[in-house]
């Protein structure tokens, strides 16, 4: 999955880089990397559920920052043009992630009415970074081909 996800977010608008990893991976891998960058974090217990038709449905709750590179010494309030940079490629990254196809059919889904918090994240890592982080429940199915 986390091939996937990265294949999604090199597709976004603005070409951000991929990290993954804990954040304290996170953290020495963002001296490196250009940005913006999507921080993608270890998925979370993923919830497998047989189906009638012979399918299993895999449910994992996913946690991806959306961020840009500031500079130490700004306030909050001058950063709040990379937050709305970052929430533009997190609502950009649902679409993609709902419409996104691997081999024969949909590999997530995206189950209408199911929420995804959005929220602000400042100065995570010891390079100045603003952007969003996203919290998102995704969907996959897998065929009872093995």
Do not use: H
């Amino acid at each position: 999955m986390r091939n996937q996800i990265e294949t999604i977010t090199q597709a976004l608008d603005g070409n951000p880089s991929f990290l993954y990893g804990a954040e304290k991976e996170l953290n020495a891998l963002a001296d490196n990397v250009l940005f913006p960058c999507a921080f993608l974090y270890p998925l979370q217990p993923i919830t497998i559920s047989p189906q009638v038709n012979g399918s299993v449905n895999n449910s994992f709750t996913l946690y991806i920052e959306f961020l840009f590179k500031t500079e130490f010494g700004q306030f909050t309030a001058e950063n709040e043009i990379y937050v709305q940079q970052a929430l533009k490629m997190a609502n950009q990254f649902i679409v993609k992630a709902a419409n996104y196809r691997d081999e024969d059919g949909r590999f997530f889904r995206v189950k209408a009415g199911e929420k995804a918090k959005c929220v602000p994240v400042y100065n995570k890592f010891d390079v100045n970074t603003t952007g969003v982080g996203l919290t998102l429940t995704l969907n996959t199915m897998y065929p009872g081909i093995f």
